[in-house]
């Protein structure tokens, strides 16, 4: 089978198949934001509080990610083709790259690592514990993404990356409880992470 | 540009101001929007002529007034302030304006005048009140002694220039030892009543913006720590900025010497 798609290439028939450009399409998007953020940030594009918008900033783009990535099974499902498993683990390690940037800019710019200040935080401000969860649920599943990984640890791989699901939801429920008047944002990350778990519990049942 | 001289106070302080971009691009106006930027991107939508201001409730002389008839009578001051913003950021600004306290007197509000109520004007197509993130008209108040203490200004410009809509055109109130929702914008009604208003942030979530809401570091909010602030200053966006360290918040923003009195015996964990 392998040999047979390698042979096909080899002769260049056809000449571009647009699968093989799917993933650095998808990763020149993916890293978009990025760019554009720090253009913004060099430019003084980011207003007077630089450091709010890129938490924000950050944090959303993290939210969308982790929705993104977690697209790819109901959209296998519903296309009943598999190139959309291609591109997981580039999104989910996408997702995980805004998420440390988010807490990064948290950590070392808007708290400048006091201990006292960020443990405040935690202590008192669900929110900060819910987005601290995530992040904690997030780190072993983005160092075990290796294909190393996914082959030493096998059926165990895919229960621990189930945590995504968790993980997921815990990022959504942090940005709906900090968010402060204007719930419409992140009630619309709730509504798309509700459809794409319910996906699954739908198809756990049948 | 503000006509006739401007008068400086003894009440202003000196450290450094915040730069005008600053002040009127970085703005919390849920009318105008909810976003910090949308405020100064939907300006030209609020309409502030022709203006009025409403005074009516517990006082001799109610009416309705043109924005010139509240302003004439007054000399036109320069407060620079502190404005500490409940999201723990803080600018300093300086303000034209006049003290309420002189506003309240014309009036004549009588015995039964306990604390002022605000409303700020409702423009059904303005994009923050077509979405109803608070409940319109926003409404802020303060107790008596606290509407007549001669810190409370009412402005009509910063930076010497009339007030940008972001801010709060024509007429706001500011309230420098208060986080910044009570400094209420564009103002077209005061009244004075018996019992204690309702507010809008108050309503909105009550265990979190009380209706006093001091800046006060010892007391703990849910969504940001009060006991810093990042100060917005003199320049934007430059990569310094990221590295500005916070200060420390001070009790009653630093005006504590000026209003503690006000609050002698209350427990400002409970009237927050």
């Given at each position: 089978m392998s040999e047979s798609i390698a042979a096909t290439n080899r002769l260049g028939l056809p000449a571009l198949r647009w699968q093989s450009i799917l993933k650095p399409v998808v990763f020149v998007l993916a890293l978009t934001p990025f760019v554009y953020l720090v253009q913004s940030l060099l430019t003084g594009g980011l207003g007077p509080n630089p450091i709010d918008a890129l938490t924000d900033t950050t944090g959303t783009l993290a939210i969308r990610m982790l929705l993104i990535s977690l697209c790819v099974t109901p959209l296998r499902g519903l296309l009943k083709?598999?190139?959309p498993l291609k591109l997981r683990r580039m999104l989910g390690l996408f997702a995980f790259f805004y998420v440390f940037l988010h807490v990064s800019i948290y950590l070392v710019l808007d708290q400048q690592l006091d201990v006292a200040a960020i443990w405040e935080d935690l202590a008192e401000r669900p929110y900060i514990l819910a987005g601290t969860m995530a992040l904690l649920i997030l780190i072993p599943l983005a160092g075990t993404s290796t294909r190393g990984m996914v082959k030493r640890l096998g059926k165990r791989w895919v229960s621990l990356h189930r945590g995504v699901y968790v993980a997921g939801a815990a990022a959504v429920v942090h940005y709906v409880w900090l968010a402060k008047g204007d719930l419409i944002e992140p009630f619309v990350y709730l509504a798309i992470l509700i459809v794409l778990l319910g996906y699954r519990f739908v198809k756990l049942l049948r | 540009q503000l006509s006739g001289p401007i008068v400086k106070s003894p009440f202003s302080t000196d450290e450094e101001l915040s730069s005008l971009e600053t002040v009127t691009t970085y703005n919390n106006f849920y009318e105008l929007g909810t976003d910090k930027g949308d405020p100064a991107r939907n300006a030209?939508?609020?309409?502030?002529?022709?203006w009025s201001v409403t005074i009516d409730g517990e006082c001799a002389k109610p009416g309705v007034f043109t924005l010139e008839d509240i302003l004439k009578p007054h000399a036109i001051e320069e407060r620079i302030y502190r404005m500490r913003c409940v999201e723990a950021w803080s600018m300093v600004i300086p303000w034209n304006g006049f003290p309420l306290a002189d506003l309240i007197k014309r009036a004549e509000p009588n015995s039964k005048a306990k604390y002022v109520a605000f409303e700020t004007v409702v423009q059904e197509d303005l994009p923050g009140v077509k979405r109803n993130v608070l409940q319109w008209p926003y409404r802020e108040g303060l107790r008596m002694d606290e509407a007549m203490h001669p810190l409370t200004l009412m402005a009509m410009g910063l930076y010497g220039e009339e007030l940008p809509a972001q801010n709060g055109a024509p007429l706001r109130l500011v309230v420098p030892w208060k986080y910044g929702y009570k400094s209420i914008k564009s103002v077209v009604r005061i009244s004075f009543v018996e019992k204690q208003p309702e507010t809008s942030w108050n309503m909105a979530g009550p265990s979190e913006y009380g209706f006093y809401s001091n800046v006060n570091p010892d007391r703990s909010h849910p969504r940001w720590s009060q006991a810093k602030e990042r100060r917005l200053s003199g320049d934007t966006g430059g990569l310094s900025s990221l590295f500005s360290s916070k200060s420390e918040t001070r009790f009653m923003n630093g005006y504590a010497e000026q209003v503690a009195s006000l609050y002698e015996g209350m427990d400002l964990q409970k009237f927050h």
């Open positions: 083709k598999t190139w | 030209d939508q609020l309409k502030t002529e022709p």
